[in-house]
Nanobody
Framework: VQLQASGGGLVQAGGSLRLSCTAS????????LGWYRQAPGKQREFVAH???????NYADSVKGRFAISRDYAKNTVYLQMNSLKPEDTGVYYC????????WGKGTLVTVSS
């Protein structure tokens, strides 16, 4: 499975972005789908996840601001990011779990103050 993330860019604090991650093949409810991010000089960290049962899980730092969703018809998982803060800056990676973990290449989000 290949994952292609897009939608990153430069935005001012308080702004919004929507990230997309499209899989090379079909995705289904059997797949765990998630987003992670890596800020400069820091380790990759969890942002949001949809479990195979459809449960949505978010990091405390993004709760109430970010929303993860999926579109099976488009083989795509989204991350809607609102009220962005400078500390949200980083490379955002999508992840798919289907017996093993697949990572996308990442898309850069820069939030200016």
């Amino acid at each position: 499975v290949q994952l292609q993330a897009s939608g990153g860019g430069l935005v001012q604090a308080g702004g919004s972005l929507r990230l997309s991650c499209t899989a090379s093949g079909s995705i289904s409810s059997l797949d765990g789908l998630g987003w992670y991010r890596q800020a400069p000089g820091k380790q990759r960290e969890f942002v949001a996840h949809i479990t195979t049962s459809g449960y949505l899980n978010y990091a405390d730092s993004v709760k109430g601001r970010f929303a993860i969703s999926r579109d099976y018809a488009k083989n795509t998982v989204y991350l809607q990011m609102n009220s962005l803060k400078p500390e949200d800056t980083g490379v955002y990676y999508c992840r798919l779990f289907r017996g093993m973990i697949y990572w996308g290449k990442g898309t850069l989000v820069t939030v200016s103050s």
